[in-house]
């Protein structure tokens, strides 16, 4: 079936560094793709949306020059933490929507980043 | 903005019970999606609802649209089935989805 790769599985990184992860859709083609971040005991919080080929749409409150997104093919999307602070700490997790006619369209998930930043 | 309350947060179950997690949410919607998310973070999608029920082996899933409320059950539960199962709903026409909190589960043998 589809799956959804994402690497690394977790980093960690020093305070000021930045720290590119990577989505790829492996046997489907995903126009978009979302990244989310969730903190401990809470519920996934969107980040933003990845469009191939064109700028990503941000969330409220997330700042689009510190998370880079690029969409540059149709299987990957990539998240870049830039200047990374320890409260950037989190699991980032991406996932692609698999379009389907019937009984409609299946969403799939990354295994997710955990991003421990020192 | 739709939201998504998920009860119980916490449930500890007894190999063999029957299980049942609930979502409501507060805004007419076209999909909802039961989640399951492993310790290691990882998320699998169980089912993705517009109406009636769903059933995949031991999990069950229903949507009540008119009460705005889905239900996941889980017979002859097990300890693998331990995880945190999260509720999701959406719009057809768009792929954006807002999460409730999750539903801790933990079986014991």
């Known amino acids: 079936g589809a799956v959804v790769s994402q690497h690394p599985s977790w980093v960690i990184c020093k305070s000021g560094t930045s720290v590119k992860i990577e989505c790829r859709s492996l046997?489907?083609?995903?126009?978009?793709m979302f990244w989310y971040r969730q903190f401990p005991k809470q519920s996934l919080m969107l980040m933003a949306t990845?469009?191939?080929?064109?700028?990503?749409?941000?969330e409220q409150g997330v700042e689009k020059d510190k998370f880079l997104i690029n969409h540059a093919s149709l299987t990957l999307s990539t998240l870049t933490v830039t200047s990374a602070h320890p409260e950037d700490s989190s699991f980032y997790i991406c996932?692609?929507?698999?379009?389907?006619?019937?009984?409609?369209?299946?969403?799939?998930f990354g295994e997710g980043s955990w991003l421990t930043v020192v | 903005k739709n939201e998504v309350e998920q009860s119980p947060q916490n449930l500890t179950a007894q190999e063999g019970e029957f299980i049942t997690i609930n979502c409501s949410y507060s805004?007419?919607?076209?999909?909802l999606h039961w989640l399951q998310q492993h310790p290691g973070g990882g998320i699998v999608s169980l089912f993705m609802?517009?109406?009636g029920k769903k059933k995949h082996g031991r999990l069950i899933a229903t949507i009540n649209i008119q009460e705005k409320h889905s239900s996941l059950h889980i017979t002859a539960s097990h300890p693998r089935d331990s995880a945190v199962y999260i509720c999701?709903?959406?719009?057809?026409?768009?792929?954006?989805?807002?999460f409730g909190k999750g539903t801790k589960l933990s079986v014991i043998p």
């Open positions: 996932s692609a929507t698999r379009l389907a006619t019937g009984s409609g369209n299946t969403i799939y």
């Open positions: 046997d489907f083609q995903a126009t978009t």
């Open positions: 990845s469009n191939e080929g064109s700028k990503a749409t941000y």
């Open positions: 805004v007419g919607i076209s999909a």
């Open positions: 609802l517009s109406s």
């Open positions: 999701a709903v959406g719009w057809a026409g768009s792929y954006q989805l807002t």
